[in-house]
T-cell receptor, first 111, second 115 residues
Framework: QKEVEQDPGPLSVPEGAIVSLNCTYSNSAFQYFMWYRQYSRKGPELLMY????GNKEDGRFTAQVDKSSKYISLFIRDSQPSDSATYLC???????????FGKGTKLSVIP | KAGVTQTPRYLIKTRGQQVTLSCSPI?????VSWYQQTPGQGLQFLFEYFSETQRNKGNFPGRFSGRQFSNSRSEMNVSTLELGDSALYLCASQLRTASTNEKLFFGSGTQLSVL
């Protein structure tokens, strides 16, 4: 079992929809949680960064972490065609500089 | 502020050859990590260099090696290439201070194809 599991999709939604992307993790030592966005033929771009449990909002994006259930979520409101990309969740433990990634979910937002 | 720069962007090699990839981190960042990305396995950690020393290593064979120079630039080498080494190789940099709030920033990667 991988330490971070993510449904690869693909996920296709109409423009303006609310998108929910999810990951689960198994390592209880993970304390830092990230979402990266990766466009085709580009490197991952850091989108959201959270510590421990709770919510974090940045514009149309909201990241949620529930450590009790080991569940990580990213919500995208009012999705746009420019949001079409692969979204990767990642985690690391305190004192570690190594990230463990999910395999990524490919999202398409249809105009 | 310039981002993480990786060269070359694309490489085609044949089995048995070796390859060297280069990475220049964000100015001021002292740590460089390397990741391999494939459709089947996703992003997997190769190793991390800080102050010219390898600090962490992932579960890859010894054919994969790297080094870091005094200016924090890093190179990664793969010897005796195999078909399965075809992948996007990503370099990432971070400050690596005593702060726990470290963020990792990636370059655009080097796409390696082994024929």
């Amino acid at each position: 079992q991988k330490e971070v599991e993510q449904d690869p999709g693909p996920l296709s939604v109409p423009e303006g929809a609310i998108v929910s992307l999810n990951c689960t993790y198994s390592n209880s030592a993970f304390q830092y949680f990230m979402w990266y966005r990766q466009y085709s033929r580009k490197g991952p771009e850091l989108l959201m960064y959270t510590y421990s449990s709770g919510n974090k909002e940045d514009g149309r994006f909201t990241a949620q972490v529930d450590k009790s259930s080991k569940y990580i979520s990213l919500f995208i409101r009012d999705s746009q065609p420019s949001d079409s990309a692969t979204y990767l969740c990642a985690s690391r433990s305190a004192g570690s500089y190594q990230l463990t990634f999910g395999k990524g979910t490919k999202l398409s937002v249809i105009p | 502020k310039a981002g993480v720069t990786q060269t070359p962007r694309y490489l085609i090699k044949t089995r048995g050859q070796q390859v060297t990839l280069s990475c220049s981190p964000i100015s001021g960042h002292r740590s460089v990590s390397w990741y391999q990305q494939t459709p089947g396995q996703g992003l997997q950690f190769l190793f991390e260099y800080f102050s010219e020393t390898q600090r962490n290593k992932g579960n890859f064979p010894g054919r994969f090696s790297g080094r870091q120079f005094s200016n924090s630039r890093s190179e990664m080498n793969v010897s005796t290439l195999e078909l399965g080494d075809s992948a996007l190789y990503l370099c990432a940099s971070q400050l690596r201070t005593a702060s726990t709030n470290e963020k990792l920033f990636f370059g655009s990667g080097t796409q390696l194809s082994v024929l």
